[in-house]
């Protein structure tokens, strides 16, 4: 059964560092989106990304943060300069038409 | 924007008990009510969803009840087995095409032999 990939499972970075997230959405998927969940905490809405541009953005996603489909395969999240607050498991999930969004493995993202 | 409140924190039960775990919901838009089962450090796993046209489902041991007019919905697990215990998140969108999930806060089942 196809899943959704994402890389690196663990980033660490030090405070002020560019990260890039990456992920690979299931093939035939059309909509995709970036999660986090704070150690302990829900998991949150960060962005969702379609037809090749953002349509929903949450206060989370500041001017720090950026999306691209760079290519018909990968997804990726990128933070311009990390903030020690920045630290969380980020997830990417996909979906095609109906309801269910499937969720990657997530990059856990520690920033020192 | 919506809010989902989810109870209990946390839940322990003996095997072959039953389990449930609430949520309510603020926005009478919302019309879709996925739950989400994460074991330590992995990806939330879809275990059921319901929409808002239904107002029960069932899948195994697994079911969801959903009450539109008190906008609140509900997991119950019966036979539980210890491979139950983990987080489970409920959430809620709106089919309004890029349907981002808002969760719950989450329940921690923890099921003893």
């Known amino acids: 059964e196809p899943e959704v990939t994402q890389t690196p499972s663990h980033q660490v970075t030090q405070m002020g560092q560019e990260v890039i997230l990456r992920c690979v959405p299931i093939?035939?998927?059309?909509?995709f989106y970036w999660y986090r969940q704070i150690l302990g905490q829900k998991v949150e809405f960060l962005v969702s990304f379609y037809n090749n541009e953002i349509s929903e953005k949450s206060e989370i996603f500041d001017d720090q943060f950026s999306v691209e489909r760079p290519d018909g395969s990968n997804f990726t999240l990128k933070i311009r300069s990390t903030k020690l607050e920045d630290s969380a498991m980020y997830f990417c999930?996909?979906?095609?038409?109906?309801?269910?969004?499937?969720f990657g493995p997530g990059t856990r993202l520690t920033v020192l | 924007g919506e809010n989902v409140e989810q109870h209990p924190s946390t839940l322990s039960v003996q095997e072959g008990d039953s389990a449930v775990i609430k949520c309510t919901y603020s926005d009478s838009a919302s019309n879709y009510f996925p739950w989400y089962k994460q074991e330590l450090g992995k990806r939330p796993q879809l275990i059921i969803d319901i929409r808002s046209n239904v107002g029960e489902k069932k899948d195994q041991r697994i079911a969801v009840t959903l009450n539109k007019t008190a906008k609140h919905f509900s997991l119950h697990i019966t036979e539980t087995q210890p491979e139950d215990s983990a987080v489970y998140f409920c959430?809620?969108?709106?089919?309004?095409?890029?349907?981002?999930?808002?969760f719950g806060t989450g329940t921690r089942l923890l099921v003893s032999p």
């Open positions: 999930a996909s979906r095609v038409v109906a309801d269910t969004q499937y």
């Open positions: 093939s035939n998927h059309l909509y």
């Open positions: 959430a809620a969108s709106m089919n309004t095409g890029f349907q981002k999930l808002v």
